[in-house]
């Protein structure tokens, strides 16, 4: 049997919605929450994401501005605008795009962000409190996850969940998230000796690892419930009708514009095994975003002691 499909787009709109509300409540005391995008370099995708969590924080009231940098800028450069941006007493939320160019630090950069305003959740200190169980600001993919498996109604406590990827963004923060609400958690890599074996036993499986639909039908247990991060470019005709027999719009896409863009998870096979799967595209994706828009939000707000 089919899989469910866990609509990821409509989890998000409920979210989106909620934010707008807080924020035409905060505007009635006279605060408009303030985002800004610092894009380093023309990464197109990095672009892309911006463009969308711009457009994503206009249509919820939050005003939001980038700061579209040349790949050149150098350290002192990018260090001057942080550290503007922390004493702005205007500006409530500071999102710095990554990947940064090779030459400049990201750690560096991040661990510059005021952790007041790091609406991403990267900052050492907000990692710290989320690893504690004390979250403060959680990186936005794993939590949206978080209300996705919650709005689906998947139980947590006591079951057996297995992250694939071990990355800060998204690897880590999802299996403290899931430990926090008392599930089992493995955290796979790229060392991680039976691969398969291991993500077979999971009936939570999140895969975070950026390798087209490397989760084939043998990582998963019947009835598993699977969640897509990756985002991978397709471009080769042969491997997306593979992936997607019959798919005629991935096809036209590739025709069109070069590629498509498909998860970690291959989705067709993986849909007769597991219970319940995320998309890709909207599934994931939109949740990102609308966890950026609630964090900047709550840093309005904390920061004005209003919660
Ligand atoms: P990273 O590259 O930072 O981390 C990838 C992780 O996957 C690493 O821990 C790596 O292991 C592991 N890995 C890579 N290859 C393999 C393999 N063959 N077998 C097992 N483990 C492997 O990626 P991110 O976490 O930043 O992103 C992962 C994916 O999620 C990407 O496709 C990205 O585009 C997507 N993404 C999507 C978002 C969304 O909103 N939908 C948001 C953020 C990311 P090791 O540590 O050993 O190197």
Known sequence: MSARVMDGAAVAARIRGAVAEDVARLSGHGVVPRLEVVLV??????????????????EVGIRAATHALPAATTAEELRELIVQLNCNGDVDGILLQLPLPSHLNSRAFLDLVDPAKDVDGFHPLNVGLLHQGRPSFVPCTPAGIMELLDAEGVGLSGRRAVVLGRSEIVGKPMAALLL???????VCHSRTADLAGVCRQADVLVAAIGKAALVSAEFVKPGAVVVDVGINRVEDPGLVARLYPGDEGRRGQ????GYTLVGDVDFTAVREVAAAITPVPGG???LTIAGLLRNTVRAARRRRGME
Do not use: F, I, M, N
């Open 254 to 257: 590739v025709a069109k514009r």
């Open 180 to 186: 926090a609400r008392h599930a089992t958690v493995t």
């Open 284 to 286: 994931v994706g939109p």
């Open 41 to 58: 370099g023309d990464d197109p995708a990095s672009r892309v994401y911006v463009a969308a969590k711009g457009k994503a924080a206009h």
